[in-house]
């Protein structure tokens, strides 16, 4: 596992049931996720504030950055692999995990998938990760090209991996 990656793209939910904006920056805001996104506006300290999904996962169903309405595209090598309660760096904000993001059929009918619930069962542990945003740095501000960086793991009760579980996070049923 990496712990040093890079944002490859920013894509902001203006609302739900919408396709994602294509955006070069935004504000990371704490407790509510970021700046003109649709998550945490109605739900100040909501688990599910933020999406990260690595480019492998897109790469490998050949999607487009944004086809799983992830806010943030990054390159970093096991981000999935990471438990609850890890800290990233992301540009000028600092991100708790809160979990995987569990896809639901939504996703499967957004990207046209002739099979939408194999598609959904497909990526299960891959989607991507929720995180809340837990602190900023100067503007909070998080740029393509910024750097990713793991700032800490918490320790998990029962040993190594423990922290992480196959439970969704927070599901709220929209993408």
């Known amino acids: 596992m990496a712990d040093r990656g890079v944002v490859l793209s920013i894509h902001l939910l203006r609302a739900h049931k919408q396709p994602p904006v294509d955006v070069d920056e935004v504000r990371a805001l704490v407790g509510h996720g970021l700046e003109g996104d649709v998550h945490g506006k109605n739900r100040p300290d909501s688990s599910r504030q933020v999406l990260i999904a690595d480019r492998r996962?897109?790469?490998?169903?050949?999607f487009a950055h944004g086809a799983l309405k992830e806010q943030l595209t990054v390159d970093l090598p096991g981000l999935d692999g990471l438990p609850r309660g890890a800290r990233l760096r992301v540009g000028e904000a600092i991100m708790e995990l809160t979990g995987p993001c569990e896809p639901c059929e939504v996703i499967g009918t957004y990207n046209a998938s002739t099979d939408p619930y194999a598609?959904?069962?497909?990526?299960?542990?891959?989607?991507?990760?929720?995180?809340?945003?837990?602190a900023t740095v100067g503007q909070g501000m998080i740029r393509r090209g910024d750097p990713v960086g793991v700032e800490a793991v918490a320790a998990a009760p029962g040993g190594a991996g423990a922290g992480r579980t196959g439970a969704p996070a927070d599901v709220d049923g929209e993408s």
Do not use: K, N, P
């Open 57 to 62: 996962t897109l790469e490998a169903f050949g």
């Open 119 to 134: 598609l959904r069962d497909a990526l299960r542990g891959r989607r991507g990760i929720l995180c809340r945003v837990v």
